[in-house]
């Protein structure tokens, strides 16, 4: 960690955070929202973990109208495949995902048998994911891959972190990947997560390939903001404790200075970038104008060790 930060300011601040476990409910909605895609087994994990309850219920509570989250939708498929195509492009072959929630794209992607994945979450996620993907495969007749691996981890904890990179390959390079976890995260967590992936690519070299470097004079932050759904984002705050507004990113230098506090530097590369399809618009079309946006705006960062 850089040395003008004070490990012990830190420490203060991260002790009076509200719990992460009170962000898990948000899996289920964002599982619900998967499931309108071709995602690979989107649509059983909703139905397995009923995630169709939380869905409503937030909805309900905002009283939306049904098409008020279609963008919603389409930016989860979107940042699903690119976060996979970007480390299927980066050719490493060992992945280290944080704050996994119920996607299951260990599952899919270890159906290649030269790469190792590390699925992790906190510990009612990684139980109720391990019993989850035991369903799904029982309904496919798939044997557990010996390459993937469910590990209950922090991304803020360096001991929980060890224990999952103890599957890899020392000589061999680390994807690190996560979707949706910064936005959640304080100022003061976010120096920690970049500390502690830095030390990881010291250690393994390799990449951090995320859609979280967002800020709030983006796209994304423009669609939370929304008086239309205004209500459903107050839901969310109230419920994990964690306003997204307040944790977002508020300008690209903010990123920039937060990389370079930890020596690291990053790439920005396009999500919608015409190498897949969204196939949730075929059941919940946006506007010409909403799909423009999304797809000017949302991006990947990837970053690695500075030269």
């Not at 909605?29 to 869905?55: G, H, M, N, W």
């Not at 994807?175 to 990881?200: C, F, N, Q, T, W």
């Amino acid at each position: 960690m850089d040395q003008n930060i004070e490990p012990s300011k830190l420490t203060g601040e991260l002790a009076t955070l509200p719990a992460h476990s009170k962000i898990s409910f948000t899996a289920k909605l964002v599982a619900f929202c998967r499931a309108a895609s071709d995602i690979p087994y989107a649509a059983e994990v909703a139905k397995l973990i009923d995630a169709e309850p939380v869905y409503s219920s937030m909805v309900g509570m905002a009283a939306l109208k049904p098409e008020a989250l279609n963008w919603f939708d389409a930016l989860l498929e979107a940042r699903y495949k690119s976060l996979t195509a970007a480390v299927l492009r980066s050719g490493v072959t060992q992945v280290l995902e944080f704050a996994s929630g119920v996607a299951l794209r260990g599952l899919v992607m270890s159906r290649n048998p030269s790469l190792t994945y590390v699925e992790t979450d906190l510990p009612e996620i990684t139980e109720e994911k391990t019993v989850l993907s035991d369903e799904i495969r029982a309904i496919y007749g798939i044997p557990h891959p010996a390459n993937l691996h469910y590990r209950s981890c922090n991304i803020l904890s360096w001991d929980e972190i060890e224990t999952a990179l103890s599957h890899f390959d020392p000589s061999k390079p680390v994807a690190i990947i996560h979707e949706g976890l910064l936005p959640y995260l304080m100022p003061a967590e976010k120096e920690v997560v970049a500390s502690h992936v830095a030390r990881i690519l010291r250690e393994f070299g390799g990449v951090w390939i995320s859609p979280d470097f967002v800020t709030m004079d983006e796209a994304v932050g423009a669609f939370w903001r929304d008086s239309s759904i205004a209500g459903m984002t107050e839901s969310i705050t109230r419920k994990t404790g964690r306003s997204f507004e307040v944790g977002c990113f508020k300008t690209q230098k903010d990123i920039d200075q937060l990389l370079d506090r930890h020596g690291l530097e990053g790439v920005t590369v396009s999500q919608i970038d015409g190498s897949f399809e969204l196939s949730c618009l075929k059941q919940k079309p946006l506007s010409e104008v909403q799909l423009s946006e999304l797809t000017k705006r949302l991006t990947l960062m990837e970053v690695r060790l500075a030269r």
